[in-house]
T-cell receptor, first 114, second 113 residues
Framework: DAKTTQPNSMESNEEEPVHLPCNHS???????IHWYRQLPSQGPEYVIH???SNVNNRMASLAIAEDRKSSTLILHRATLRDAAVYYC???????????????FGQGTELSVKP | DTAVSQTPKYLVTQMGNDKSIKCEQN?????MYWYKQDSKKFLKIMFS???????INETVPNRFSPKSPDKAHLNLHINSLELGDSAVYFC????????????FGPGTRLTVL
């Protein structure tokens, strides 16, 4: 199973952008890069995913390196509600024998200061 | 309306007992999962079902038996509970046709005494 490496923790100030890095040097050509986050005492929540191109949605942006060995989740304006553990995950194609399972790493615990 | 629900939210029991955790999703998804989050916060997949058929079993002890009576439900039965089974168990579902987003339930915190 492909693995990801993330910093254990990061701090941000409210209303400022946050860049959460992720290294995935063993990514295969068919692995999708997914980001989930887990707020305290809740289940994980989907944030964004991508394959090769940068992606934007209402929650965040995902910047993927050209060689796909790293990616960065960008929260454009952090709020207190964004304090959570952010997981960068490589997900095999859903129709493979991996069944679309998510393999979580240790994640990055983001704290947001007012 | 809750998309993925789990019952109970908390479960405290003695070693050696048998217990079940229920999961239901009202999203019409075909694929459902069970994940375990241990005390160190690592989330690990346990099982996956697609249309009531088991497709992933991540070398979980056979004391754990998932059951899917229909594609909206995936229950987890645990026999002979051990101290090491204490964890938070999350159910999740994924849209039909290989959709990318998994929807997680709120979790069941199991404490084995």
């Amino acid at each position: 199973d492909a693995k990801t490496t993330q910093p254990n923790s990061m701090e941000s100030n409210e209303e400022e952008p946050v860049h959460l890095p992720c290294n995935h040097s063993t990514i295969s050509g068919t692995d999708y890069i997914h980001w989930y986050r887990q707020l305290p005492s809740q289940g994980p929540e989907y944030v964004i995913h991508g394959l090769t191109s940068n992606v934007n949605n209402r929650m965040a942006s995902l910047a993927i390196a050209e060689d796909r060995k790293s990616s960065t989740l960008i929260l454009h304006r952090a709020t207190l509600r964004d304090a959570a553990v952010y997981y960068c995950i490589l997900r095999a194609r859903a129709w493979s024998n991996q069944g679309g399972k998510l393999i979580f790493g240790q994640g990055t615990e983001l704290s947001v200061k007012p | 309306d809750t998309a993925v629900s789990q019952t109970p939210k908390y479960l405290v029991t003695q070693m050696g007992n048998d217990k079940s955790i229920k999961c239901e999703q009202n999203l019409g998804h075909d694929t459902m999962y069970w994940y375990k989050q241990d005390s160190k916060k690592f989330l690990k997949i346990m099982f996956s079902y697609n249309n009531k058929e088991l497709i992933i079993n991540e070398t979980v002890p056979n004391r754990f038996s998932p059951k899917s009576p229909d594609k909206a439900h995936l229950n987890l039965h645990i026999n002979s509970l051990e101290l090491g089974d204490s964890a938070v168990y999350f159910c999740a579902s994924r849209p039909t046709g290989g959709g990318n987003e998994q929807f997680f339930g709120p979790g069941t915190r199991l404490t084995v005494l």
